[in-house]
């Protein structure tokens, strides 16, 4: 498996894609790319610019009994080395770009988005790193019993940005629904009351058009973190390229549609029961006997969508989540809480309502 770093045309210089031009730039001489730029500069090379490649992905041996821990480890993760300065960077079975830990360059990991785990599309990021930071900040601050250290300097150069996989179902359905529908009226007539039930015999059925299904494609992302952030415009999706993950993190499926198929079709027929159900009108109450929905068509599309994130261990020993989406903002958060600020503002309100008692003689 090639290890691969995008080189600019110019002068050799790492390119990092940028969120808020939209563009790969060079951050040694400065210049700047469009995705159609390159192509032309590289013709012929399609989905997977064909960029600068290291040594093919290396294995370790079998291990031994006295090896210690720390080298066990690195033989059960994946060795590669780095296309700039051929050091030995460590990765898991589900990391598909990353960062040399030693000259800090990206790379991608080519093996990891091709055949079988090369994405239909890709969302890029619109947020860029500084404003990711400054959305976090603000989010945070407005949280009055989050701990400090959950916002300090330390805590937020861990923001990162990650490309993570997800897949994408369109349905097509022909349903059929049978319900009962009531319509009941009541009145009064001198001392009597009256009571009046009609019941309806109600039908529906149609052709349903189900787009957009969305399904975490990784079992070690927090579901609430993955699907936190949800939904995405996908009228924006870009065909993938690999240079888009350039400067970012990212993960590669490890739950494949087999998997998840029965998730999603559950999913599907109870939004399209939803549909039907929508389609009447005119009954106090619905209840229904009989749903059919039966699948005739299926796509999946594998994609990459943009998630700023930062995770936090509290004293209690939980992780903590914080996610943003890369393309609208959109902001999801499980949040520590300090509970000495809770004890103390207690304290404080409880210290200024006996002393407003006191001078009001209410405890005399």
């Not at 059919?292 to 969508?305: P, Q």
């Not at 994130?309 to 300090?338: C, F, H, W």
Request: with cysteine; net charge neutral.
């Amino acid at each position: 498996m090639a290890v691969v770093s995008f080189k600019c045309p110019n002068c050799d210089g790492e390119l990092v894609f940028h969120p808020r031009t939209q563009k790969y730039k060079c951050e040694y001489c400065a210049s700047a790319f469009s995705q159609e730029e390159l192509d032309q500069l590289l013709p012929g090379q399609g989905r997977q610019i064909q960029p600068n490649s290291g040594p093919q992905e290396g294995h370790a041996a079998g291990r031994q009994e006295n090896t210690p821990v720390s080298e066990r480890q690195a033989e059960e993760g994946n060795i590669y080395q780095c296309p700039s300065c051929g050091a030995q960077i460590v990765t898991d079975d589900t990391t598909a770009a990353s960062f040399c830990y030693y000259c800090h360059n990206p790379v991608v990991l080519s093996g990891r988005v091709s055949g079988e785990y090369l994405p239909h599309k890709i969302i890029p990021f619109a947020i860029d790193k500084k404003q990711a930071t400054e959305k976090f900040l603000d989010y945070v601050h407005s949280k009055k019993f989050v701990p400090k250290a959950f916002f300090n300097k330390s805590q937020i150069d861990k923001i990162s940005g990650v490309y993570f996989p997800y897949w994408m179902v369109d349905m097509d359905m022909e349903g059929s629904m049978r319900a009962e529908g009531r319509n009941v009226r009541v009145w009064r007539s001198g001392d009597t009351e009256y009571t009046e039930t009609k019941i309806y015999h109600v039908e529906r059925a149609g052709e349903l058009h189900l787009e957009d299904i969305t399904k975490n494609a990784l079992k070690k992302a927090n579901s609430k973190l993955s699907s936190g952030v949800l939904p995405y415009d996908m009228a924006k999706a870009k065909e993938f390229h690999m240079g888009f993950l350039s400067g970012f993190l990212a993960e590669k499926w490890d739950m494949g549609q087999a998997e998840l198929a029965g998730e999603v079709r559950a999913e599907a027929k109870e939004y399209g029961e939803k549909l039907l159900k929508d389609t009447v009108h005119g009954y106090s109450s619905l209840s229904v006997r009989d749903c059919r929905l039966d699948c005739r068509k299926e796509n999946w599309e594998y994609v990459l969508l943009p998630v700023w994130t930062v995770t936090y261990k509290g004293r209690d020993g939980k992780m903590y989540y914080y996610s943003m989406n890369g393309q609208n903002g959109a902001v999801y958060g499980e949040l520590p809480i300090d509970y000495k600020k809770v004890w103390m503002l207690s304290g404080m309100v409880f210290l200024v309502v006996f002393l407003l008692g006191l001078a009001g003689g209410f405890f005399l």
